[in-house]
């Protein structure tokens, strides 16, 4: 189900929405800005017949996304023969309060990405996925530290998910109230919700000297 590089994905019955097929986006411009807008997912899976999501760090690379995890965990184990999985990523916008209580909603946009997951063993596709990851969460911080030593190498695993059948879900409207509901004495509208980086805090036994890197000042 290989798209190409600039077509949109392709819409499969896993990645049309049941109820509101109209926020589902299939642009690559549109999943790949909500993927690199984040670095946190979530990982879906099956155990033994039973669903495991858990929270991992991941980074796009082109058409694959990298996720970290510890070489003894269950998902990265399994992932040495093929693990089948679901990613995905939601970034928060707003919270949509209406005048009624079920027509409440949040403005949103998110990511899921189906496919099978494999451990990644190549050393040069790990060292560009270590850095991916790094950089995800804060951009130029690969360049700026230690690279791994072979025992934290051995102790780290990385695996990769082809960006093959995915899909973008988007809510990004005002307030939905029932006509009859429009009249009530209740406030409606929308409070959008932003993310910031806080100041720097160093590290207590961090030289006085040492300057902000500056990946660290830039706006």
């Given at each position: 189900?290989?798209?190409?590089p600039?077509?949109a994905y392709?819409a499969?019955?896993?990645t049309?929405p049941?109820r509101k097929?109209?926020?589902?986006r299939?642009d690559?411009?549109?999943v790949h800005?909500?993927l690199?807008?984040?670095w946190i997912c979530?990982?879906?899976?099956?155990?033994d017949?039973?669903?495991?999501?858990?929270p991992?760090?991941?980074a796009?690379v082109?058409e694959?996304?990298?996720?970290?995890?510890s070489t003894?965990?269950?998902p990265?184990?399994?992932?040495a023969?093929?693990?089948r999985?679901?990613?995905?990523v939601?970034?928060?916008e707003g919270i949509?309060?209406?005048r009624?209580?079920?027509?409440h909603?949040v403005?949103?946009?998110?990511v899921?990405?189906?496919?099978?997951?494999?451990l990644v063993?190549?050393?040069?596709?790990?060292a560009?996925?270590?850095?991916?990851?790094l950089d995800?969460a804060v951009?130029g911080?690969?360049?700026?530290?230690?690279?791994p030593?072979a025992?934290?190498?051995?102790q780290t695993a990385?695996?990769r998910?082809d960006?093959?059948e995915v899909?973008?879900?988007v809510r990004?409207?005002?307030?939905?109230d029932e006509p009859?509901?429009?009249?009530l004495?209740?406030w409606?509208g929308?409070i959008?919700?932003?993310r910031?980086l806080?100041?720097p805090?160093?590290?207590?036994?961090q030289d006085?000297?040492?300057?902000?890197?500056?990946?660290?000042?830039?706006?």
């Amino acid at each position: 189900m290989q798209s190409s590089p600039g077509a949109a994905y392709t819409a499969t019955p896993r990645t049309t929405p049941a109820r509101k097929r109209d926020r589902a986006r299939y642009d690559r411009a549109t999943v790949h800005a909500i993927l690199d807008s984040e670095w946190i997912c979530h990982l879906g899976f099956v155990v033994d017949g039973a669903p495991v999501v858990l929270p991992t760090m991941y980074a796009r690379v082109g058409e694959r996304l990298y996720l970290h995890g510890s070489t003894g965990s269950r998902p990265m184990r399994a992932a040495a023969d093929g693990l089948r999985v679901c990613v995905t990523v939601t970034r928060a916008e707003g919270i949509v309060l209406a005048r009624s209580a079920v027509n409440h909603s949040v403005n949103y946009r998110s990511v899921a990405a189906h496919g099978t997951a494999r451990l990644v063993t190549d050393p040069g596709e790990r060292a560009l996925a270590m850095d991916a990851l790094l950089d995800a969460a804060v951009p130029g911080r690969s360049g700026d530290c230690r690279p791994p030593d072979a025992k934290e190498l051995a102790q780290t695993a990385i695996v990769r998910l082809d960006l093959d059948e995915v899909a973008a879900k988007v809510r990004d409207g005002g307030v939905i109230d029932e006509p009859g509901d429009v009249g009530l004495p209740h406030w409606a509208g929308v409070i959008p919700m932003t993310r910031s980086l806080g100041t720097p805090v160093p590290a207590a036994d961090q030289d006085p000297a040492a300057p902000l890197p500056p990946y660290l000042t830039a706006p």
